[in-house]
C-alpha cells in the first residue's frame, strides 16, 4: 500500500512536471512569434504620393531670381515639343532658379538661325493663331494663344524672329509641374510661368541650342535639350522677345494683372 501510493505520488509527479515542462515551452514559443509581427512594417502605396506641389521650393520670401541657366543640364524628358515642350505627367525635377548660373552663351557659341542642310527640324512656323491685346509689366503686347495640346506643342518652334511688341501666351486647362524647353528653336525669348491665380512662378532668359543633326536620334537630340522648370504647379507660360526681362523687371510671387480665368476657360 505504501509502495503503491508512493509509485502514484511518483506518476502524479511526473506528470505535472511533463505539463509545466509543455507549458514552458508553449510560453517560449509565443514570446518568440510576437517581435515578428511586432516588427513588421506597414505597406505605403506610392502611387498616391505624388505631389501637387513643393513647398520646398516656394518662393514668397525670394522675389528675385537668377534668369541664367545652372551648369547642370535636366535629363527628365517632356512630352510634348518644341519650343516650349510643357511635361505635364513630368518627373521631380532640379529646381532652374539659377543658384549656380554660369556667364550666358557669348553670339560666337550660338547656333546659327537658319538651319543648315545638316539640319532636321520637326516643327513648323505657325500662323493664324488667336490673338488678344494683353498689358504686362506696364507694356502692352500683341499676345498669340496657344490654347491646345497641338499648338503648345508647335510654340515658337521654326520662327526666326520674335518682333518686339509680340508675345505668346501658353494655356494649360489646369495647374501643373512645367518643363519647357528650346527645340527646334531658332531665336532666343524669354519665359514667365505663371501660376494659376495669375502670379509669377518662375522666369528665364531661354538661348536657342544646336539643332538636331541627321546624325542624331530625335531621343538623343531631346535628351540634350535643356528644361526650363515652371519650379511649382503653373497654368500659362508667358514668352517675350528677349531683353524683355531686363526691361520689366518682374518678381517671383508678383501678380499679374489678366483675365485668367477667361483663358482658362479656352484652353484644351
Given at each position: 500500500m505504501i509502495t503503491g501510493m508512493t509509485t502514484w505520488h511518483r506518476t502524479q509527479r511526473a506528470s505535472i512536471s511533463v505539463h509545466r515542462a509543455t507549458s514552458i515551452v508553449a510560453l517560449a514559443l509565443m514570446t518568440l512569434a510576437v517581435p515578428?509581427?511586432?516588427?513588421t512594417s506597414p505597406l505605403v502605396s506610392l502611387a498616391s504620393a505624388t505631389p501637387t506641389s513643393h513647398p520646398s521650393q516656394e518662393t514668397s520670401q525670394n522675389t528675385t531670381q537668377d534668369t541664367k541657366k545652372p551648369t547642370a543640364p535636366e535629363t527628365d524628358k517632356p512630352t510634348?515639343?518644341?519650343?516650349?515642350a510643357p511635361a505635364d505627367n513630368s518627373?521631380?525635377?532640379?529646381?532652374?532658379?539659377?543658384?549656380?548660373?554660369?556667364?550666358?552663351?557669348?553670339a560666337a557659341e550660338k547656333p546659327p538661325t537658319v538651319p543648315t542642310d545638316d539640319n532636321?527640324?520637326?516643327?513648323?512656323?505657325?500662323?493664324?493663331?488667336?490673338?488678344?491685346?494683353?498689358?504686362?509689366?506696364g507694356e502692352s503686347f500683341d499676345a498669340e494663344l496657344c490654347l491646345d495640346q497641338a499648338t503648345r506643342a508647335n510654340g515658337m518652334g521654326a520662327r526666326d524672329r520674335f518682333p518686339a511688341g509680340t508675345a505668346m501666351i501658353f494655356v494649360h486647362p489646369r495647374p501643373i509641374m512645367l518643363n519647357y524647353w528650346m527645340k527646334d528653336c531658332f531665336i532666343d525669348m524669354d519665359m514667365i510661368f505663371v501660376d494659376g491665380q495669375g502670379r509669377v512662378a518662375a522666369f528665364y532668359e531661354a538661348t536657342r541650342e544646336p539643332l538636331r543633326t541627321k546624325s542624331e536620334t530625335v531621343e538623343r537630340y531631346e535628351s540634350r535639350l535643356y528644361r526650363y522648370s515652371s519650379r511649382r504647379p503653373a497654368q500659362f507660360v508667358i514668352e517675350v522677345p528677349p531683353g524683355s526681362l531686363k526691361r520689366m523687371k518682374p518678381a517671383l510671387g508678383q501678380q499679374i494683372q489678366l483675365d485668367w480665368a477667361s483663358l482658362a476657360k479656352r484652353a484644351k
Open positions: 515578428a509581427h511586432a516588427h510634348s515639343n518644341a519650343p516650349s518627373k521631380p525635377a532640379t529646381e532652374k532658379d539659377g543658384t549656380s548660373a554660369t556667364t550666358a552663351k557669348t532636321i527640324v520637326e516643327a513648323h512656323a505657325q500662323k493664324d493663331l488667336p490673338t488678344q491685346r494683353v498689358v504686362l509689366f
